[in-house]
Every structure is written in structure tokens, then in C-alpha cells.
């Protein structure tokens, strides 16, 4: 069992830049797709970005697109999101989530991922 637990999150201002992290327990090797979500009040759960970790292929939303970065630390199994120049509309709560994937790439969509933080809420204000 894998599990992972956020942290990083808090209240800032627009333009400011904060680092999330995701620290996983109980890695698996198996665990070889992750990525990052977030919820905004009354919102659907938000595909942010996610790394494939066979060949560190990364994708971005077009929204977070140029503004934020995520990476691992293999030695630490630690994911981060690197986020700046944050807006009001980043407001969220942030998950990772990992699991497993077939085809070497890394998946977009909730149900694709097997594993899931708490999540560490972020706060933008203008």
C-alpha cells in the first residue's frame, strides 16, 4: 500500500510562488504515473499536471502552462509542483495522486490513479 501526504500549502499573494509537496510511503515500483489535481470550491476535481516516471515525460494544463513545474526526487520519493506567479483562480486544494500506467505515460483523468493524498490547500489572494 502506497501511501502519500502533501504539504507546502498556504495563504499568499498573486504573484508570489509556493513549492507543494508529496511524500510517498511504501513505494512501489510499480507506482510509475503521477500527478497533481486540484479542487476549487464548487468546482470538479482539476487535472494540474503529471510525470511519467519511465522516461520523465511531463504534461501541463494549459492554465498552469509556463507557471508551474513538477518534478521528483527519487532518493527522497518525494513529488513536488513548484508553482509561480499564482493567481486568485489557483485557489484550491491541491492532491497528488500515483499509480500505475501502461504505455510509459502519465495520466489525466481522477480515476486513472490509484493512490491519493489528503491534499494541502492553497489560498491566492489579489
Known amino acids: 500500500q502506497l501511501r502519500l501526504v502533501e504539504s507546502g500549502g498556504g495563504s499568499v499573494q498573486a504573484g508570489d510562488s509556493l513549492t507543494l509537496s508529496c511524500a510517498m510511503s511504501g513505494y512501489s515500483s510499480r507506482v510509475n504515473s503521477m500527478a497533481w489535481f486540484r479542487r476549487a470550491p464548487g468546482k470538479e476535481r482539476e487535472w494540474v499536471a503529471c510525470?511519467?516516471?519511465?522516461?520523465?515525460?511531463?504534461r501541463y494544463a494549459d492554465s498552469v502552462k509556463g507557471r508551474f513545474a513538477i518534478s521528483q526526487d527519487n532518493a527522497k520519493n518525494t513529488l513536488y509542483l513548484q508553482m509561480d506567479s499564482l493567481k486568485p483562480e489557483d485557489t484550491a486544494m491541491y492532491f497528488c495522486a500515483a499509480g500505475p500506467s501502461s504505455g510509459g505515460y502519465c495520466y489525466l483523468l481522477p480515476y486513472q490513479y490509484k493512490y491519493w493524498g489528503q491534499g494541502t490547500q492553497v489560498t491566492v489572494s489579489s
Open positions: 510525470l511519467a516516471a519511465a522516461d520523465g515525460s511531463i
